[in-house]
């Protein structure tokens, strides 16, 4: 039996605990996400993700990611904290 040398093990261990090997969050396109996809922002609960919802559906899509902060209760802080994963297209 080939065992897995220390140092592999080691590094490997590292990694995961330094969060090295996690991949970066899906964007999540404000004009189409649901209301459980957009509660995964930052900041974004059940509540704010439904006023996003109901923005849209009352102005219609958003231009820009930054136009989330129309929304009430979104506000300039959040969507910069977000704006990696923010998409309008």
Request: hydrophobic fraction near 45%; charged fraction near 20%; glycine fraction near 6%.
């Amino acid at each position: 039996m080939k065992r897995t040398p220390f140092f592999a093990t080691l590094v490997l261990l590292f990694s995961l605990v330094t969060g090295f090997a996690h991949a970066e969050p899906a964007a999540i396109n404000i004009n189409t996400a649901d209301v459980a996809t957009l509660s995964e922002l930052t900041g974004v609960g059940q509540s704010k993700a439904e006023a996003i919802v109901a923005y849209r559906e009352a102005n219609g899509p958003f231009s820009a990611p930054q136009d989330l902060a129309n929304v009430k209760g979104i506000g300039a802080r959040t969507v910069e904290k977000n704006a990696a994963r923010l998409t309008v297209e």
